[in-house]
């Protein structure tokens, strides 16, 4: 057994980023086992999601939607999953690591019986026999192999950690999965609202650029409004720490921390916060990181690939209008 | 004019209660018996209310209940503290006393002369003239004394607690009370046994005599009905006074004096332990309800006079917090009414208590020795045991438990202050002349790791043989105390007595004024005592032995301000300004200073706790030092170092805030 | 009602970890414990729900580890559990494993309501729960940042944080639920709490009693410290900022 499937659920269209790096992931994975890598979508979004995901390198697109399966919930989903895998042999199940993920993946490895690893980093060694994985834990300060041992295992994967695929010029097959009846019902959870902030600017967790806040900009009515006309000058996402969410500045999603998420975009600009372990464990991985704070001994410089002590009051308003001059 | 010619013309002498008929004698007595009931009552309620707290044993010696009352209750010398109100109080005070004495002079005169048969047998002659111009006197002083009270409360907006509709009122009472007095006297001299031709003694009474001449023109009808009315306003007026004693801010006059005697004066910044045994077989930690308090608080509560000299010198009350130390206490003797209906939430809210900063101005400037700060921190450890810190002061509680240290930082971490300095731990030198206790702050805080290097390098200019615990040293246990968490506080405080002991050290120095406080005062409770001393006095100590020789003069305009912990709680005032001048600092005083010093507001352990209601108190103290326009804030304390440069900062202020031990350090001859 | 709180211990937040020489495992000797800071915020949610008295009347919190784990234990006491349970375990169970224990134990007391951190402060993984959901086939709710217990204790009306932002859902009981951080602020075990902990009752479970559970399918088998990041450069001015942002092609 040497195959690996990719789970992406709940499917949207376009597809996310980090949806598209765990493609690459099991790619990778396939790669080593010298198999192949099959994409499984489920939600009412799959079938809308398949031609892109066709064109990613994997064998074979399966899609799953209807009953039980309109709004993701992690009963539906692991179960549609369990159901699918009942006559097929994969060596390795993986999704991207996400609040969904986080929740279905793990009780899909316990309908199966399987062992899992959360947010990998990168596949250490990968075949028959062992699978060990990289991991990082205690909030992100030391890195762990993990051994997973059994025909079947599952992972989530870091979308940051792993580089999405070229687009494919052949096809992968598309193919409909239908779940025998009653194997996605799930009387025990209702959907009833999301409450989502609407945004013009990218998704923190596909941008390239990410703008971050912290305490020191002082809240809505200050300094965070300047910090929004830097990150629309760059195009980035906004970012915030979880001082910033606790304190109501800005909603949960925008949290950027070990308990919020982790990203690592092409360039992380951390402004008015001073970097607490935690915060620090969410962006440590960008590529480059720019640091603004008044303090000079504030923990986020030693992690900076540029910092400027400045006050921010004066510092952001001057950089966005060189960025918006230099943008044209 | 001598007495002796007046004793010749007529017996000096006077009618007792002249046109006063048996209806309203009996209407006197009657009324006194009500009233005395009824003040009774009210004093013996509050008395079964102290009864309801914890027994505290203690004797009590008379010599020394004696002196105290005659310094505080007597001489009133922390009234004195506002020279105005002292006086003005003295004169109500003295006023009313002597007033009464005449009055008792009065009753005695009549019923022993009805017990003797015989009319005029001491309230006569020399006697009389003299009883009666001190009467006069002190009844002037006494009004004198009401309308300075009154013109203050109307003028001067500081008196704004003390302005309320009830303050009026009771001293509307004894105005009307002490002038109904004089225009009677008035209307009896000009009407009674042929008036003031016929008993030109009564000159003696001149303010009487004064009205009697103004009232010469009435018939002596209107003389007798109005003398009648005015005598039993002035009479039912005081009646009422007696009766309201007990239940009115008035009732100070009784328990006051009780209360300061028995009061046995305990340092500001020595909080009174717990014994774990008691918590664990009462189930009760710190105060919940009112007869949770000791009998003796609950009495001291009592005393309470309401003048809010607490609440005007707290800086929480100053910043807009919902702290008034005096509110907290007439809160803790209203809701003693409430039987054992916990004292927490409506009555006196979570809020108040935490934005105590344990300053202890309130314990200084009440004038009758009430414990505010110590209730205060009674209420806080009830909060504490039942879970309800939350926030940044939780975690600080949790990190000094666990890490040893506020900040959470790594114990292992304790000495990199010194990393390159070779500073000798005990372990190189066992015998120093020194221990150098560092602190938590003083290793971990990077402005607070400046003064130790500073105080380490001025040690060894004046070539003092020193030594620090190394990584070995642990947080005193002053945050956890000062919070409410005497458990914590003990965790930490007896390992580090049992090593001190182990160490056989003698002299303790230190650059935290809380570390100060807590290893002088507290410790030896633990079983260790140590002779402490604060770096500034060290520093002064060894300029004047010639120990430490300082080059050059620093030559700015300072303000130093005064840690809390240092002035007030231990009385370090002149060490500081000493070392500062030996190092050429020109020194200019803030309006608070001293032992009146205002708090930084980091105190109580507010240093780890959010500052979300009012103004900022530290930016209200570094206003105050502002205004000096120094070139430079000296601190003693890394706190008030930490709170001052964070205000100067938020103002954009240039005035630098540093240690007097910095200052002192770059005047070391190299 | 009970509801039942799985709480797993971790090392102190403050505490610094370090790799054993050998890198196949950690330093722990001399390392301090404390309660899992979320499974924290899943004690205090259920001690809130027992006293807003809304049909919970007690709490259980159990955790699947070796003695060691008992001060724990006696921490969830002192901030106001009824009872502590503990499934005498070696430390290296997988997820699985312990989801599996919780199972039996889940079986055996029979709550209405099971809580638990969403993650563990050292681990990371966060698996447990969701495996103990898939396990008993009950529904489950993660990361709440707010928690209301219907009338009569049917259902929970939950906030769920959500990378798309916060999303409601019903879930009818019994159904585990994971605790995120601004679900509560969990209260100070001290002195008192402390003292009434020693007198309630604590039950130790061997784990052979709860099924056969074979050997851990997932273990750690090297660690190794972060890899160090070079020195930034610091900038004096918006203007060289601009500059070095610049020359790295991200303006």
Known sequence: MSDVLVVIGPATSPLRKADRAAVGFGRAAAGALGGHCDVLLVGAGSAAAAEESAALGARRVHTASGAGLETYTAEGFAALVAAFLDARDYRLIAAATASGSREYLPRLAALIDAPMASDVLAIESLDDERAVFTRAVFVGNLLASVELSGPRVLATCRASAFDTPETSSSKSAIEAFAPPPGATAHDGKRFVALHQAKSERPDLKEASIVVSVGRGTRGPADGIPLCERLADAFGAALGATRAVVDAGWLPNEYQVGQTGKIVAPELYVAIGLSGSIQHIAGMRNSKTIVAINKDPEAPIFEIADVGLVADLFDAVPALTAAVESRRG | MSALPLLAEAVVAREILWNVPPWARALMYVSFVVAAAICSYGVFERARLWRRGRASGGKICPLDALRRGLRLAVLQVKLWRSPSAGASHAAVFWGFIVLFIGTCIVAVEEWGAWMLGREHWIFTGTFYLVASCALEVFGLAFLAGLVVALLRRRTDPRFRPLSRRVDFAIIALFLVIGASGFVVEGLRIAGAGGGPAANDFERWSFVGWLLAGAFAGLGARTIEIAHLVLWLVHMELSMLFVALLPYSKLRHILFAPLWVSIAEPRPSGKYAGVSLEAVEESGKYGVAAASDFTRRQLMSFDACTECARCQSVCPAHATGKPLSPMRVVLDIAAGSLAGDATLHGERIAADTLWACTSCGACVVECPVAIDQLGAIVDLRRHLVGEGEIRGSEQKALRSVAAAGNPWGMPADDRMAWAEGLDVPTLADEPAPEVLFWVGCAGAYDRAGQKVTRALVEILRAARVRFAVLGKKERCTGDPARRMGDEFTFLELAQPNVEMLAAAKVRRVVTTCPHCFNTLRNEYPELGLALDVVHHTQLIDELVASGRLVLAGSDGRRVAFHDPCYLARHNGVVDAPRAALRAAGARIAEPEHSGERGFCCGAGGGRMWMEEDLGSRINEERFRQLEVLSPQAVAVGCPFCRTMLHDAAAAKGSAIVVEDVAEVVARRLAR | ?251
């Open chain 3, 1 to 251: 009602m009970k509801v039942l709180v799985t709480m797993k211990r971790t090392p102190q937040r403050d505490a610094r970890i370090r790799v054993h020489r050998d890198g196949r495992a950690l330093e722990l000797d001399g390392v301090k414990y404390d309660v899992n800071p979320f499974d924290e915020l899943a004690v205090e949610e259920a001690l809130r729900l027992r006293d807003a008295g809304a049909g919970v009347d007690e709490v259980v919190v159990v955790t699947v580890g070796p003695e060691a784990a008992q001060p724990q234990l006696v921490s969830a006491l002192a901030m106001g559990a009824d009872r502590a349970l503990r499934v005498d375990a070696p430390e290296d169970l997988d997820a699985l494993q312990i989801a599996r224990a919780l199972r039996g134990v889940v079986e055996r007391e029979k709550p209405v309501l099971v809580l638990a951190g969403k993650l563990a402060y050292d681990d990371e993984s966060g698996q447990v729960p969701a495996m103990l959901a898939g396990l008993l086939g009950w529904p489950q709710a993660s990361q709440a940042s707010k928690i209301a217990l219907s009338a009569g204790v049917a259902s929970a009306r939950v906030t769920c944080e959500v990378d798309a932002g916060l999303e409601e859902v019903e879930v009818t009981l019994p159904a585990v639920i994971t605790a995120d951080l601004r679900l509560n602020e969990p209260r100070y075990a001290s002195l008192p709490g402390i003292m009434k902990a020693k007198k309630k009752p604590q039950d130790v479970i061997p784990l052979a009693e709860l099924g056969d559970f074979g050997a851990p399918r997932a273990r750690v088998i090297r660690y190794r410290p972060l890899p160090p990041k070079p020195a930034g450069v610091r900038v004096a001015s918006v203007a060289a900022l601009v500059a070095a942002l610049s020359e790295k092609k991200l303006i």
